[in-house]
């Protein structure tokens, strides 16, 4: 039986008009949030992130672990990845992040290493979270680099996203399993 369908519809993507920030952060957290929604349709858990530097999108990314068979293929560090090699440099002190769920700690850890200056989250990670929601690297960790976070709920859609995938997913593999397995 296949895993459900995603009951959700993305975002209208269109770019502010005006200049308050407010307004371009809610646009990208919605652009965030529609790659998450293609990561569902793909069987992935259902996380996206943008990769913004002056208000222009230059990197789009979305889990890839079950695709990928590698547990390192977070949206996250697929963008870190490939920003680095556009750039040719590791270091993306410019580069700002749009994330509908906050990263783990591997994630934020690359964030730590790469000098991303700014994450912008979608919901708290309360369990794995390291920018704050489990664990807070920046007052944790003494590191050299501090990382400025905040969030764009998009009025909750982010969490209730994350939170329906996980009940539907928990309903189809009890459905799915079989008696003798255990």
């Not at 920030?21 to 919605?30: D, K, N, Y």
């Not at 949206?75 to 994330?99: F, G, N, P, S």
């Not at 501090?146 to 969030?151: A, I, L, S």
């Not at 009025?155 to 003798?180: A, I, M, V, Y």
């Amino acid at each position: 039986m296949p895993f459900p369908s995603c009951p959700f519809k993305p975002f209208d993507e269109q770019m502010p008009n005006s200049t308050e920030s407010h307004e371009w952060q809610i646009f990208f957290m919605q652009c965030a949030y529609n790659l998450a929604l293609e990561a569902w349709h793909q069987g992935e858990i259902p996380i996206g992130a943008i990769a913004v530097v002056e208000r222009q999108i230059v990197g789009r990314a979305h889990n890839r672990v079950e695709q990928k068979k590698n547990a390192c293929a977070h949206a996250e560090m697929q963008i870190l990845y490939d920003l680095c090699r556009q750039k040719q440099d590791w270091r993306l002190t410019d580069v700002h992040l749009y994330v509908t769920k906050e990263p783990c700690p591997m994630c934020s850890g690359a964030i730590f290493k790469s000098r991303v200056p700014k994450v912008v989250i979608g919901v708290y990670d309360h369990q794995q979270g390291c920018l704050g929601g489990c664990l807070n690297f920046n007052q944790h960790l003494q590191l050299y680099h501090r990382v400025e976070v905040t969030t764009e709920p998009l009025n909750g859609h982010c969490e209730t996203l994350l939170k329906t995938f996980f009940k539907l997913q928990r309903n189809h593999n009890r459905l799915n399993s079989s008696p003798d397995q255990f």
